[in-house]
């Protein structure tokens, strides 16, 4: 009787740690397939402000902005380096023949998700009231 009871504690255990493992597993492929936005780049091409962007100050937001404009200006010039050299990898190669042109190319990668970050940075300047963003200052001036 002893025998079978510590049987089934050691299978109620084991069944324990299995569906915890598979729990931790599939979280992030659960919040992938239900379409709720995660903090971060998304798929589509936007961005989701995480909780703690959305508790900055006004000067914190603006300090992000400018260190995002100034990424926004270098990496197109990355991206040209990039594309005019060889690929590191096949796949790299295989990407850039069969993709599209920005395909096997990190800048542009890069590029797109600095530009969606700082979308969503703007608008939560905007949203806050912490006066012109970089893109509404850009637009004034011209």
Excluded: F
Excluded at 4 to 25: D, F, K, T, Y
Excluded at 32 to 43: A, E, I, M, N, W
Excluded at 96 to 102: A, F, I, K, M, V
């Amino acid at each position: 009787m002893a025998a079978a009871w510590q049987l089934w504690i050691g299978a109620g255990r084991a069944a324990l740690v299995c569906a915890l493992a598979l729990n931790a597993a599939g979280c992030s492929t659960v919040a992938d397939l239900s379409g709720v936005p995660r903090p971060g780049y998304q798929k589509d091409g936007s961005y989701v402000l995480s909780a703690h962007e959305h508790d900055l100050g006004c000067r914190e937001l603006q300090a992000r902005q400018v260190s995002l404009q100034t990424q926004l200006q270098e990496l197109p010039m990355k991206a040209v380096q990039q594309m005019q050299e060889l690929p590191q990898t096949v796949a790299d190669a295989w990407s850039r023949l069969t993709g599209s042109p920005d395909q096997g190319v990190p800048a542009i990668a890069q590029y797109n998700e600095a530009k969606a970050e700082a979308d969503a940075v703007n608008a939560s300047i905007q949203q806050k009231g912490c006066g012109t963003s970089m893109e509404t200052a850009g637009i004034r001036s011209n």
